[in-house]
């Protein structure tokens, strides 16, 4: 019986969902309200309803993105299809979230923003649903399930670090 490449599974895996899709991820995160307050011109108390208000809209969407990507099966696999298509999209709505085009008034910015930063939000929960659901597939051991993701989150062996620092530190 062939073992499982569980060292090539979860590099590649820490490579496309943690070192793509997430640096990106932090970078929108970090910047983006700077962004439209300091170089796009969005009022800051209009940025933060906007920034909310896609929040609110995104919790609601996840489980729908979910279901669709669970229910896929088409000739190419379930996932596959996913990881063709919305790498492209998500790379293409995260640049022009960061445009700045010429002669719009804010309610125009308003819109613009509004529009890109959801197709955004939705390329984004395509690419890490599907990676979220490959990993399950893939990955049958619940230990090596959790240390492929997050290890310093999920893994049993860190998360017993902290004890050992308080018992040395209660000596």
């Not at 970090?30 to 009022?43: Q, V």
């Not at 996913?82 to 979230?97: A, D, T």
């Not at 979220?132 to 049958?140: D, K």
């Amino acid at each position: 019986m062939k073992k499982p490449a569980f060292k090539q599974f979860a590099i590649s895996y820490g490579l496309s969902n943690g070192g793509g899709f997430m640096l990106i991820q932090a970078t929108v995160a970090s910047y983006f309200t700077l962004f439209l307050t300091d170089t796009f011109g969005i009022p800051a108390g209009i940025t933060s309803i906007l920034m909310f208000a896609v929040t609110l809209f995104d919790a609601v969407k996840d489980p729908f993105i979910g279901a669709v990507v669970d229910r896929t099966n088409t000739r190419f696999g379930r996932y596959r299809p996913y990881f063709l298509i919305f790498p492209f999209l998500f790379m293409i709505f995260s640049m022009l979230l960061f445009l700045n085009p010429k002669g719009l008034n804010v309610t125009q910015k308003l819109i613009y923003t509004a529009v890109f930063y959801i197709l955004y939000g939705f390329a984004l929960s395509f690419c890490t649903t599907s990676a979220q659901a490959l990993r399950q597939q893939t990955i049958r051991n619940g230990i090596l399930r959790s240390c492929s993701v997050r290890p310093a989150l999920r893994c049993p062996l860190p998360l017993l670090h902290p004890l050992r620092l308080i018992s040395v530190s209660d000596e």
